[in-house]
């Protein structure tokens, strides 16, 4: 048997390495990116035929990734519909959706795409797992749907997971600045993994083995909706006693040690928060383990659109008042919708039909809710005049806080941006 692991070395030291990602969503495109910035081969798959086409264009389909850096990528990668493409690869890194279905984690992405992968393995192919998973997801189901048996691990193939930590958005955490966790399933796995990792982004962080690492990823992300939700819930109390929680949390933050200020909002959204953690608790359930605080931050977080609803009720009397929300994004700065609250919400008030509805986003530039089709807002004096009652929901960068201040009637704002006053409530 060939020496692999010793092959592979000479690659990665000669930048002689066949790169294959397999789905170029948020995750993928932005490593695609990153390593056709080096000498070795890249190449990018996506089913989605509209995806390919664009970046062929040029065309960034991410708000935060410009054009300018497709096109750039474009002159040392190959991006196409066809896995005849990842034939003989070195690497090949799995950036595929695991959503939920039925509350219960959804692995159909996965399976299917090791269907097409697996006759195009080669010996000596180093394969690594960054979608987010449940622990055992890359030893037991990338395994044995890639028919790794066949091979022998740690010699002539090698595999691991690296969860992804992106913050998108935040131009602070671009990913050469976020420390990399890695695993691997053998010595040597874990070896070559970390110098790939090791070409794109200078911190990497070794994982003890790939359940510690695709378990660490869970627990990142659990520990941030718990928190949220606690948030969110004191906020419920707060309301009551008319304190404001934002002053709450900005007072107690001035603690040096042991507080880190976590921030309600309308609820959470997004692909991982309200997601990530079922994908533990689904685990724990087979285990006979209860996950009380997981199934509390789906229990309170599902119930923030209706609060903030029941609040608009409350102030806001009159059947067909104009209401406009702002932000439908899960998270500001973003053109992603996933598991919006934004959306949730505008849903509530569509399914009453209680008021006039509209909305206004910089990245979203039509919605349909119900059958009917909706253009975003533009935010100038006049349109904001129109509208009995506007509803922060995402706190885009974009909008124009002092014209919505000074034009609008009635804001609520769930997102503590606007000073309390006798036109701004803040829930
Ligand atoms: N987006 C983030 O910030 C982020 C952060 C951490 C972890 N993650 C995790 O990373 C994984 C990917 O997330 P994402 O946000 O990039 O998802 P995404 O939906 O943006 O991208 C996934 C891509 O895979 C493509 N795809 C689907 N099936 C395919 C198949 N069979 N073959 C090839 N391509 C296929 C889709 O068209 C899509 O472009 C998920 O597990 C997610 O939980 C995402």
């Given at each position: 048997m060939?020496n692999y692991y010793r092959l592979n070395l ?81 690497v ?31 010996e000596g192919t180093i394969i690594v797992l ?8 890359t030893e037991n189901?990338i395994y044995?749907?890639l028919?790794l048996y066949k091979y022998e691990l740690g010699k002539n193939i090698f595999l691991g997971f690296s ?19 890695i695993s691997g399933k053998t010595k040597k796995c874990l070896k070559l993994i970390e110098l790939i ?9 070794k994982a003890e083995s790939i359940k510690v690492a ?214």
């Amino acid at each position: 048997m060939s020496n692999y692991y010793r092959l592979n070395l000479k690659k990665i030291r000669n930048s002689k390495l066949k790169i294959s990602i397999i789905g170029l969503g948020y995750v993928g495109l932005n490593l695609l990116i990153h390593f056709a910035k080096t000498k070795n081969e890249i190449f990018g798959i996506d089913t989605d035929k509209k995806k390919i086409s664009l970046i062929k264009k040029g065309k960034s389909y991410i708000n935060y990734i410009t054009d300018r850096s497709i096109k750039k990528t474009n002159k040392n990668s190959i991006c196409s519909t066809d896995y005849s493409l990842i034939k003989n690869s070195d690497v090949i890194i799995l950036c595929l959706p695991t959503p939920l279905k039925n509350n219960q984690p959804d692995l159909s992405y996965l399976k299917r795409s090791c269907k097409k992968i697996k006759s195009k393995i080669k010996e000596g192919t180093i394969i690594v797992l960054e979608s987010t998973s449940y622990p055992g997801t890359t030893e037991n189901f990338i395994y044995k749907n890639l028919n790794l048996y066949k091979y022998e691990l740690g010699k002539n193939i090698f595999l691991g997971f690296s969860p992804e930590r992106e913050d998108p958005g935040n131009n602070k955490f671009s990913i050469s600045k976020i420390p990399k966790v890695i695993s691997g399933k053998t010595k040597k796995c874990l070896k070559l993994i970390e110098l790939i990792y090791k070409i794109i982004i200078p911190k990497i962080v070794k994982a003890e083995s790939i359940k510690v690492a695709e378990t660490s990823k869970l627990l990142e992300n659990v520990y941030r909706a718990v928190n949220v939700t606690l948030v969110n819930e004191i906020k419920l109390i707060t309301n009551k006693l008319n304190i404001d929680i934002f002053d709450v949390i900005n007072t107690a933050k001035t603690k040096p040690f042991g507080f880190q200020a976590f921030y309600p909002g309308p609820g959470l959204g997004g692909h991982c928060l309200p997601v990530d953690p079922l994908y533990l608790s689904y685990v724990a359930k087979k285990l006979g383990v209860r996950s009380t605080f997981i199934e509390l931050t789906k229990k309170i977080n599902s119930k923030v659109p209706y609060l903030i609803y029941a609040k608009l009720k409350s102030i806001l009397k009159i059947k067909k008042s104009k209401v406009l929300v702002l932000g439908v994004t899960y998270k500001a700065n973003v053109n992603d919708t996933r598991e919006s609250a934004g959306l949730k919400l505008l849903e509530i008030i569509k399914k009453n039909n209680t008021y006039s509805l509209s909305y206004s986003d910089p990245y979203v530039k039509t919605l349909v809710i119900g059958s009917k089709k909706y253009n975003s807002v533009k935010i100038n004096k006049q349109n904001i005049k129109k509208f009995d009652c506007i509803i922060l929901i995402t706190n885009h960068k974009k909008f124009n806080y002092d014209i919505i201040k000074k034009n609008s009637k009635l804001i609520l704002d769930t997102r503590g941006k606007f000073r309390v006053s006798d036109k701004v409530l803040r829930i």
